[in-house]
């Protein structure tokens, strides 16, 4: 669990300082390292931003000292790294896990963004896949998805769906090596990864707007090789909080 702590106790020099004013300056060197902490999650993540910010806990006063710490099991793994993992038995465990005649399965949504998205939550945008007749960028995977008809909530909150675009070629099919302390062997997608898509409209106060999403199904009797995470990459932003709290405190 990383921690950014100010502690001021045994580092006082022997004069009058008021030590309510030094405690009140070690809580705003805290703050202003909370705030730092949280610049850089936003300017270095992606898909995991929100979870990471999340996890920055207001900051703890008690005392001669104050800190920030990090929290939950995501922002902790992306701060510090993590090896490859079976993504399965989590997905399995997981609470929309429903137990088929074949055993547990899971069906899990795939956001998909619209090209040239940037957002945070919004998924991988939909590929360039060539020219118009005028030379400009464009992606046949939205033109198809675009053209569908809607899937809609009906009473109950039962989906009620609408059209699904086609496999495309194969468009997007790979296949995933073998991976030392990851994944066994080697594994080839069934289908492309823009297959299936659907378009639901979500309304957000007077806007409306469309999102495309896929669906895979993982289960118990999935390939071994299947659903294999990479591994995160250590982001180690506290690290440079606390060489941005150094700078601070060397220009007091």
Same mark, same amino acid.
């Given at each position: 669990?990383?921690?950014?702590?100010?502690?001021?106790?045994?580092?006082?020099?022997?004069?009058?300082?008021?030590?309510?004013?030094?405690?009140?300056?070690?809580?705003?060197?805290?703050?202003?390292?909370?705030?730092?902490?949280?610049?850089?999650?936003?300017?270095?993540?992606?898909?995991?931003?929100?979870?990471?910010?999340?996890?920055?806990?207001?900051?703890?006063?008690?005392?001669?000292?104050?800190?920030?710490?990090?929290?939950?099991?995501?922002?902790?793994?992306?701060?510090?790294?993590?090896?490859?993992?079976?993504?399965?038995?989590?997905?399995?465990?997981?609470?929309?896990?429903?137990?088929?005649?074949?055993?547990?399965?899971?069906?899990?949504?795939?956001? +998909?963004?619209?090209?040239?998205?940037?957002?945070?939550?919004?998924?991988?945008?939909?590929?360039?896949?060539?020219?118009?007749?005028?030379?400009?960028?464009?992606?046949?995977?939205?033109?198809?998805?675009?053209?569908?008809?809607?899937?809609?909530?009906?009473?109950?909150?039962?989906?009620?769906?609408?059209?699904?675009?086609?496999?495309?070629?194969?468009?997007?099919?790979?296949?995933?090596?073998?991976?030392?302390?990851?994944?066994?062997?080697?594994?080839?997608?069934?289908?492309?990864?823009?297959?299936?898509?659907?378009?639901?409209?979500?309304?957000?106060?007077?806007?409306?707007?469309?999102?495309?999403?896929?669906?895979?199904?993982?289960?118990?009797?999935?390939?071994?090789?299947?659903?294999? +995470?990479?591994?995160?990459?250590?982001?180690?932003?506290?690290?440079?909080?606390?060489?941005?709290?150094?700078?601070?405190?060397?220009?007091?």
């Amino acid at each position: 669990m990383p921690l950014i702590e100010i502690d001021i106790s045994g580092r006082l020099p022997d004069v009058k300082f008021d030590i309510n004013v030094l405690r009140e300056q070690a809580a705003a060197l805290a703050e202003m390292c909370r705030s730092e902490w949280i610049r850089q999650a936003q300017r270095e993540l992606h898909s995991s931003a929100a979870d990471y910010i999340a996890g920055i806990q207001p900051v703890e006063i008690s005392g001669n000292w104050a800190s920030v710490t990090l929290v939950g099991d995501l922002p902790n793994d992306v701060e510090n790294g993590k090896a490859p993992f079976d993504m399965k038995p989590g997905l399995l465990a997981g609470p929309n896990a429903k137990m088929g005649k074949s055993g547990r399965f899971n069906t899990v949504p795939f956001r +998909h963004g619209t090209p040239g998205t940037t957002g945070k939550r919004v998924g991988i945008p939909m590929p360039i896949t060539g020219l118009s007749a005028k030379d400009k960028p464009v992606s046949a995977i939205y033109v198809a998805a675009r053209k569908l008809s809607p899937s809609l909530e009906g009473s109950g909150g039962k989906t009620i769906w609408g059209g699904r675009t086609g496999d495309f070629g194969g468009y997007g099919i790979q296949t995933q090596l073998p991976v030392k302390g990851g994944r066994p062997g080697a594994y080839t997608f069934k289908a492309s990864p823009y297959a299936g898509m659907v378009k639901t409209a979500k309304t957000y106060g007077k806007a409306t707007q469309n999102q495309y999403t896929t669906f895979r199904r993982v289960s118990e009797n999935s390939n071994p090789n299947s659903w294999w +995470h990479p591994g995160l990459q250590a982001k180690h932003l506290a690290e440079r909080v606390r060489t941005y709290l150094t700078g601070l405190i060397r220009s007091l």
